[in-house]
């Protein structure tokens, strides 16, 4: 037998209210919510990527619950999250009640990281942007541009080096994962302090139709505003008519006068935010 870990459970004097930071901090989704024959209320939720189930519930018929220890501690001792951008989450968190421990550190070899205290004295961990994305940024972007169009410099400059050509200049990359895997990932690059530019938006094509674009656009949008951005922008080409019906959806509109890179390149819109 493979073992694999089936849940993780917290306790909580207040599961829903629990249950709900999590929601807007991590994505995390309610999947039930009951009170068992114990006495306890049972708040059972999932991972955005589905790859984890978490349980948060109150303390059971005549069972007192101990103080919760978000400080560094024996046994079980905290979560860890994926982050695109340690500063700007941290301050995101922050904003939600969370409280800054520790960090960010850097670990000789390997990423920044951060501790902060969540709910009910839970401690979190923030980790960067996995490096191991980088294939799928590159595999479901050369996949759209090679069937439309061909791949031009300014593609390639991106894909080959994202880490140097978006991340380490102000950027973010931010992938949607299904089942464990990545099927649909988008770039903002950074263009100056109040700016950036949506680019580089695939999803896989078995995965069209499930709303990832739009997840991704939300997203997108909801990471720029953290940045302290107030204006989005983006080019692309009229033939892609559901991109450029997702992009009016968001609240983008077509603007004249802007220079473009890409020969492909006949529209380009701009959401304030």
Known sequence: MAFRINHIHLKSPDPRKTADWYVGAFNFKIMSDETRVFGDRFIRCQSEDG???VNISGAR??????????????????????????????????????KLLEGPIQNPNGPRIAFL????????ELVPYDASYHDA???????????YFRIEAPDQRMLDAPQEQILDKGGHILVAVRDGEPVGVCALLRVDDGTFELAKMAVAEHARGLGVGARLGDAAI?????????????????????????YRKLGFTEVDGVHSEYARCNIHMALDL
């Open 51 to 53: 790859g984890m189930a």
């Open 137 to 147: 940024f590159r595999r479901l972007n050369e996949a759209w541009i090679r069937r």
């Open 61 to 98: 018929t005549n069972e007192r619950l101990g103080a919760g220890d978000a400080t560094a501690h024996h046994g079980l001792e905290h979560f860890g999250f994926d982050t695109e951008d340690i500063e700007v989450d941290i301050a995101r968190l922050e904003k939600l009640g969370a």
């Open 222 to 246: 909801a990471t720029a505003r953290a940045a302290g951005a107030s204006r989005l922008i983006l080019e692309s080409n009229t033939i892609l008519e559901p991109a450029i019906a997702l």
């Open 117 to 124: 205290r969540a709910p009910d004295d839970v401690r979190v």
